[in-house]
């Protein structure tokens, strides 16, 4: 038998140039793994989907844009002007809003505003948090990210990039 986790505010194992506190991973749990992320102003995390795994999000602060859908015809070029077959466009969320996304379905958010936002992050399986350290290694070598190099270690993790992440897509326009 063994104790639960319990975590004051603002406890967690950070992963700064992710923006993202692990709450509780692959050590505490064999199902899934949680996260407090702060996501900056004009951070997009890029179209992309995951074949096995599946996510939760939780606006806590701010907004975010969120897609969870396949778009009508080819994934590609900028996902905010992505609508699915049933009309579905991408959704400006606030505190209280949320997101869930099965395996295979194309989902991004991106913080379209001037402060930062705040989300609740929990994706099954456990783990992800390994990526996570990773791709902060990848964004924090200052510059541009390296777009090929995100693509790669992307896929070693299960997820195919539908489109670029952009640490400020404000810039990028």
């Not at 986790?5 to 064999?30: D, N, R, V």
């Not at 939780?58 to 080819?74: C, I, K, Q, S, T």
């Not at 900028?78 to 077959?85: F, I, M, N, P, R």
């Amino acid at each position: 038998m063994s104790d639960g986790l319990l975590l004051p505010p603002g406890q967690g194992s950070p992963i700064p140039s992710a923006g993202m506190t692990l709450k509780a991973g692959s050590e505490h749990s064999a199902v899934w793994s949680v996260f407090e992320a702060t996501v900056q102003p004009g951070f997009d995390v890029g179209a992309h989907l995951h074949t096995e795994a599946e996510e939760f999000f939780y606006v806590l602060d701010g907004e975010l844009d969120l897609l969870a859908f396949h778009p009508r015809g080819e994934a590609s070029g900028d996902w905010l002007t992505w609508e699915s077959q049933s009309g579905q466009k991408v959704y400006r969320g606030g505190p209280g809003s949320s997101m869930f996304v099965p395996p295979g379905t194309p989902h991004a958010f991106t913080n379209p505003g001037t402060t930062p936002a705040r989300m609740l992050f929990v994706v099954s399986p456990t783990g992800h948090e390994h990526y996570l350290r990773e791709l902060a290694d990848v964004i924090g070598r200052g510059g541009p990210p390296d777009q090929n190099a995100i693509v790669e270690l992307r896929a070693r993790w299960d997820i195919q990039q539908l489109t670029p992440l952009l640490p400020n897509r404000h810039t990028m326009r």
